[in-house]
């Protein structure tokens, strides 16, 4: 099995492959011996050697979580407590939506599920850089949503008072 | 008192829940929709639905909570902290409904809860005050005499909600052009979270520290004063880290601000437990900041350097009980304590909120390790309330051992499904300010706008590899189970069938 794993902006090349007690796991053509014993539906237990001991990860052994993220690829891993995002062979799977993001409409979405308490723009109207355009409440906090750049507001999707889900889209800029 | 209602939800039912069991006082739970599984239901004897999700209408009505503690027999009435615990209308109509209020009197929380009225009372303690206007502005002040007021209080100045706490209601202003905007966004939030757009100045002082003073009172005229909390750690007036004792507090400092406390106290004859906030300037001048009347958030830190159980002496102030304390001993701390708010945040996204629902929980314990929490996996953290969902709190003999301390159990704290604070935590716990304890209120504030955004969980190479091999292998194994037929493909059917079986027996 062979995987194209991006993690922080880097690709890595991963070919997996079974062995008696575990797997047999290159990255980038560094081989890992691999005994992976799941605790639960998420957890592992990771106990790891290498070919040659100056070849050595830090630990042998690894305690991680594996998140099955909202798209298909998406995973968050728990390394120790910091988690990491993890695109398995992202490529192939949707075209790169961050390409070009200096150029081309801005779509303002709710990045989280709250209530509308104020649209401080309308469209047509011509909005700067770092200006709030949306206020939303979530968890008894109020957040300014604002423009990644300058434009003019095209669309507007939501009105004060309404109650939006993540990922909702509430304007977009031209 | 046989039978207690909590008027809250969170760990902090949660935590008065355990000190019934304790006491054998049986513990009666109130619940919104959202919270009809949460862990203070089940912990504990009875529970009570009072309402939709929504806070106004389910753990903000008075009117049901009285209701649920007719029901259920309850005698007495603990509110926590939030909701309606410095609600005055709330202990009255708990006082007129025959039971005890688990707090001082409906007058302390009206005189203290309001900040103008506060001020005033330490004034008269003979506490200094931070400078400010002294009257509070309602809606109908026009902007013009708003300017001319903040041009006599100075800049740079706080606007803040009268009836405000936690940082709600309130804005700095350093250029009188954003002074309109900010009164009307302070009176905004403080009408939403206190019913009461009332706000007024107050003058902010350079680079002060946050240092409070918990008190105990009982009703035979006893006020006890206990080792302060320095929780100069906060983020846009959000308490995120508390310590005790303070790092620059020495013991003839601590004796001159507990008595002060205990001044301020006395003088509207305050009762059971409360905390009277100081700022503390950089020549250890202190001023009086405001007074909490109720049980803090970050309680425990005190519980833990001074051996007691506050929540249980709460309940017995309540019972008309004397405090029978040794005032000396409650001004020895024992150790040292840090306690860390840890919230359903992502702070690689500018702290945003992140509800949902928690999938994976691994909490630290061991040596002089204590989580207050009502968080468990499988469990959703609502969008209704205050993101908290656990407060991680560690003790040790000294300082830098509480902090290795803490560091070490942030290190043991997994929670996945959601974003939350834990990776924040393990960086400020390395800053070399935060290690020697130089900081002031604002210092959190300057260091994340400095950072500009770079992410709190710094990965390595070693650890992009060890995830990058779990997730290689987590795909490899449920390929089958997911449907995904592009990676599938490829694979021989006895792996099909080995995956199928792997996750089964996983599972």
């Not at chain 1, 050595?56 to 798209?71: E, F, I, K, L």
């Not at chain 2, 603990?78 to 707090?103: C, I, M």
């Not at chain 2, 300037?281 to 909490?292: A, H, S, T, V």
Request: proline share 6%; net charge neutral; hydrophobic share 45%.
């Amino acid at each position: 099995m062979h995987y194209e794993i991006e993690i922080a902006g880097r690709l890595r090349q991963v070919a997996v492959t079974r062995t008696g007690d575990g797997f047999a796991v290159a990255v980038d053509g560094r081989l890992r011996q691999v005994n992976a014993t799941r605790i639960d539906a998420q957890r592992w237990s990771l106990v790891v050697s290498a070919e040659s001991k100056s070849d050595m990860p830090a630990r042998v052994s690894y305690d991680v979580v594996t998140t099955p993220g909202p798209v298909g690829g998406a995973l968050t891993v728990h390394v120790g407590s910091i988690p990491i995002s993890v695109v398995v062979n992202g490529r192939r799977r949707w075209r790169r939506r961050d390409e070009g993001a200096g150029s081309g409409p801005q779509r303002v979405a709710a990045p989280m599920p709250g209530k509308v308490v104020r649209v401080l723009v309308a469209p047509g109207e011509t909005v700067r850089a770092r200006q709030p355009l949306v206020v939303v409440e979530a968890m008894k906090m109020e957040n300014e949503l604002r423009a990644g750049r300058a434009g003019t507001v095209s669309e507007v999707h939501v009105r004060e008072g309404v109650s939006v889900d993540a990922g909702a889209l509430l304007i977009v800029i031209q | 008192m046989r039978k207690l209602l909590i008027a809250n939800r969170g760990e902090i039912a949660v935590r008065i829940i355990r000190a019934c069991r304790e006491m054998g006082i049986s513990p009666v739970a109130v619940y919104s929709e959202c919270d009809r599984t949460a862990p203070h239901v089940r912990m504990s004897d009875e529970a009570y639905a009072i309402g939709p999700s929504a806070p106004g209408e389910s753990y903000l009505r008075i009117d049901r909570l009285i209701d649920a503690a007719k029901r259920s027999g309850a005698d007495a009435v603990h509110p926590g902290y939030g909701f309606l615990a410095e609600n005055e209308h709330f202990a009255s109509a708990v006082r007129d409904a025959g039971l005890t209020f688990v707090g001082p009197t409906p007058d302390a929380i009206a005189t203290m809860g309001n900040k103008t009225a506060a001020r005033a009372a330490a004034i008269r303690a003979g506490v200094p005050v931070v400078p400010g206007s002294e009257a509070a502005l309602d809606a109908n002040v026009p902007d013009a005499e708003i300017a001319t007021l903040a041009a006599s209080v100075g800049y740079p100045l706080l606007v803040k909600a009268v009836a405000g706490g936690g940082g709600k209601g309130m804005r700095t202003v350093t250029d009188p052009a954003d002074l309109a905007g900010a009164v009307r966004a302070a009176r905004s939030e403080a009408a939403t979270a206190f019913g009461d757009a009332a706000v007024y100045f107050e003058r902010r002082l350079v680079r002060p520290r946050h240092v409070e003073v918990q008190l105990l009172g009982d009703t035979h005229g006893t006020v006890l004063p206990l080792v302060e909390r320095e929780c100069s750690i906060q983020r846009r007036h959000q308490k995120v880290v508390e310590e005790t004792p303070s790092p620059v507090v020495s013991p003839a400092l601590r004796a001159s601000m507990a008595s002060a406390a205990a001044a301020v106290a006395k003088a509207v004859g305050y009762t059971n437990a409360g905390t009277i906030e100081f700022l503390l300037d950089e020549n250890g001048r202190f001023y009086f900041l405001e007074m909490n009347t109720r049980l803090q958030v970050e309680h425990p830190i005190t519980e833990m350097v001074t051996g007691l159980d506050l929540v249980r002496w709460q309940i017995r102030i309540a019972r008309g009980e004397k405090i029978d304390l040794d005032p000396v001993l409650l001004l020895a701390p024992r150790g040292h304590a840090i306690e860390c708010r840890v919230y359903a945040e992502d702070p690689d996204n500018g702290f945003l909120p992140s509800p949902g629902r928690i999938t994976c929980l691994r909490t630290p314990s061991g040596p002089g390790i204590r989580d207050d929490s009502a968080a468990a996996a499988g469990l959703d953290v609502p969008i209704f309330y205050d993101p908290l969902i656990s407060k991680l709190i560690a003790w040790a003999e000294d300082r830098p051992l509480a902090i290795a301390r803490m560091r070490r159990a942030l290190d043991e704290y997994l929670v996945a499904g959601i974003k939350t604070t834990v990776p924040f935590f393990a960086w400020l716990l390395a800053q070399p300010e935060f290690i020697d304890g130089r900081f002031h209120t604002a210092f959190l504030d300057d260091v994340l706008a400095a950072r500009n955004g770079r992410p709190f969980a710094e990965t390595t190479a070693e650890t992009e590899e060890i995830a990058a091999i779990a997730a290689a292998i987590h795909t490899a194994l449920s390929a089958p189970s997911t449907g995904d037929g592009q990676t599938a493909a490829g694979a021989p059917a006895r792996w099909k069938t080995e995956a199928r079986l792997e996750s089964l027996r996983g599972l």
